[in-house]
C-alpha cells in the first residue's frame, strides 16, 4: 500500500466541547476526502487517550509550582531569541499571559493541571510518530478546537504547499494570536516563488528563525519532525510547561545545532483554519 502524501494527527479528549473534530464530519475527515479529490492521499487518526499514568511524572503542588516558574522563563528566553518588539499591542498580550501566570500562583496548585499538560503534550507526540510511521510527507496536527470556514481554500492551499520543496520544515495554519501581538511580524517575510494556491487571499511569510503562534494547527514536513521528536527526547520531563512552550525550546535547541535555519518556518497570513478555542463568538 502506497503512503499518503498527508497524515493528520487530531488531539482530543473524551470530555472535549468539540468533539464533532473526532468524527466524519470532523475538520481531519472531511479535509481527508477533499484532498483525495484533487488526488492527493491522506489518512487521519484522533487520539482520546488518557496516557498520563504512564508518563512517571508526579502530579503534586512542587511539579505545578516549577512548571509555572519554567513557562515565565522561557517565554523571556522566546522573546530574546526571536527580539520580539515590544509594541503597545504586543505588551498587551504579555501582560495577559502573565496575569493568567500569576493567577496559577496565587491559589491553590492545581494538579490537575499537570495531568492535562502531560496529556496534551503527549497526545501531540504520539501522533506525530504515528504520522511518521503511515511514511506520510507531511503531518498536520491538529487540536480538536480547530476549524476551517473556507475548506476549498484550505485544501487547495495544501496541495500547493506540498508542491514545494522540502525546505519548508514546518508552517503555521493557525489564526490564533495576532502576529503583532507576539511582536514577531518583524522577521517574516513574503516570498514570490511561494504563492497560497488556494482560493482566498493569503500570504506565504517566511521567518528569519523558527517561531510559532500556538500549536493548534501546526503543518510538520517529515525530515524535519524526526529531529523534532528526537529533540523532545532529550528535553527533561520536568519541569511540566505547555506543549506550545516546550515546542519552543526545541526549535531554540534545534537552532543552535544548526538543523533548523533561516526560512525553514513559515507562517500563512492570514492563516485558514481558526482556533475556535480563542474566538468570543
Same mark, same amino acid.
Given at each position: 500500500m502506497a503512503c499518503p502524501t498527508l497524515f493528520i494527527g487530531v488531539v482530543s479528549h473524551s470530555r472535549s466541547s468539540f468533539t464533532v473534530n473526532q468524527g466524519e464530519e470532523?475538520?481531519?475527515?472531511?479535509?481527508v476526502k477533499?484532498?483525495?479529490?484533487? @488526488?492527493?492521499?491522506?489518512?487521519?487518526?484522533?487520539?482520546?487517550?488518557?496516557?498520563?499514568? @504512564?508518563?512517571g511524572v508526579p502530579a503534586n503542588g512542587s511539579v505545578f509550582r516549577g512548571g509555572i516558574a519554567e513557562e515565565?522563563?522561557?517565554?523571556?528566553?522566546?522573546?530574546?531569541?526571536?527580539?520580539?518588539?515590544?509594541?503597545?499591542?504586543?505588551?498587551?498580550?504579555?501582560l495577559a499571559r502573565w496575569l493568567r501566570v500569576q493567577s496559577f500562583l496565587l491559589r491553590k496548585p492545581d494538579t490537575k493541571e499537570v495531568r492535562r499538560l502531560i496529556n496534551i503534550e503527549l497526545s501531540h507526540t504520539k501522533l506525530m510518530k504515528e504520522g511518521l510511521d503511515s511514511g506520510a510527507q507531511w503531518v498536520l496536527i491538529l487540536e480538536d478546537d480547530a476549524a476551517s470556514p473556507e475548506l476549498e481554500d484550505l485544501t487547495q492551499g495544501l496541495v500547493g504547499i506540498f508542491s514545494h520543496d522540502s525546505q519548508m520544515s514546518f508552517v503555521n495554519l493557525s489564526r490564533s494570536f495576532d502576529l503583532t501581538v507576539l511582536g514577531i511580524d518583524?522577521?517574516?517575510h513574503s516570498d514570490r516563488d511561494k504563492k497560497?494556491?488556494?482560493t482566498a487571499h493569503r500570504q506565504m511569510l517566511h521567518s528569519d528563525r523558527p517561531a510559532t503562534n500556538?500549536?493548534?494547527?501546526i503543518l510538520y514536513h517529515r525530515d524535519f519532525l524526526v529531529h523534532l521528536i528526537k529533540e523532545f527526547e532529550l528535553i527533561p520531563s520536568e519541569p511540566v510547561v505547555p506543549i @506550545?512552550?516546550?515546542?519552543?525550546?526545541?526549535l531554540m535547541n534545534l537552532w543552535n545545532?544548526?538543523?533548523?535555519g533561516a526560512g525553514d518556518c513559515w507562517f500563512v497570513e492570514p492563516a485558514p483554519i481558526d482556533q475556535l478555542s480563542m474566538r468570543s463568538s
Open positions: 470532523g475538520l481531519a475527515a472531511t479535509l477533499c484532498l483525495n479529490k484533487l @488526488d492527493t492521499s491522506a489518512t487521519y487518526s484522533v487520539n482520546v487517550l488518557n496516557d498520563f499514568d @504512564d508518563a515565565l522563563r522561557l517565554e523571556r528566553e522566546w522573546n530574546r531569541f526571536l527580539g520580539v518588539r515590544w509594541g503597545l499591542r504586543a505588551w498587551i498580550g504579555h518583524h522577521i517574516l497560497w494556491a488556494g500556538t500549536v493548534c494547527a @506550545d512552550w516546550r515546542l519552543n525550546l526545541a545545532k544548526g538543523i533548523v
